[in-house]
């Protein structure tokens, strides 16, 4: 029996949410599977990615093979770089403590890594709502330019009208004063 490392899809249409599986190459994508080993949430921006490192790392030296994009996650959780690292252990290239040494320095680099895209990833988001309002107060500010002329005819026309209103009365008094 072949064994894979592939997803296995859950979540709703459009939501996708995928489940790391060792199954049987013959089973179908969602059907039966031998060990759950992680997820994989791609809706995020970093994607998330909870993977048991140590049941994937056996499952590879049993012989289990991943599909590319499980591959793909594999490497960037650093599965397949432990693997690599017990493979030299087994051949007495390294000891144990050395692979453990360059494991724990490979994961703070790929720690740093994220966390870097994390905030430029945040700069970037709150530079495009700074961006967004902006352009939203210089829309409000047109629209209060746009409104003034038309506030100050209204009361023009009311000044003008209490003034024709008022000035019959005036020039009736002005009239009767001249009769004197």
């Keep these: 029996m072949s064994v894979k490392i592939r997803l296995q899809r859950h979540g709703k249409k ?13 089973a179908k994508r969602d059907g039966k599977y031998l060990e759950k080993i992680g997820t994989y949430n791609p ?8 993977l048991d490192i140590d049941k994937a790392v056996e499952w ?6 991943p599909t590319d994009t499980a591959k793909n996650i ?18 007495g290239a390294l000891t144990q403590e050395q692979a453990d040494v360059k494991f724990a320095a490979w994961l703070e680099v790929k720690a740093t890594k994220v966390a870097d895209k994390e905030a430029g990833l945040s700069k970037a988001e709150s530079e495009a709502k700074a961006k967004a309002f902006a352009a939203e107060k210089a829309v409000n500010e047109a629209r209060i330019e746009a409104a003034k002329p038309v506030v100050e005819e209204v ?12 000035a019959p009365e005036t020039i009736d008094e002005a009239a009767a004063k001249a009769a004197e």
């Design 14 to 26: 459009g939501k996708p949410f995928y489940w790391i599986v060792a199954a049987d190459a013959r």
């Design 43 to 50: 809706n995020l921006n970093p994607a998330i990615i909870d």
């Design 60 to 65: 590879l030296q049993n012989g289990a093979q």
């Design 74 to 91: 594999l490497s960037y959780k650093g599965a397949m770089l432990k693997n690599h690292l017990v493979g030299g252990i087994r051949k």
């Design 155 to 166: 009361v023009a026309e009311v000044t003008v009208e209490e003034a024709a209103e008022a």
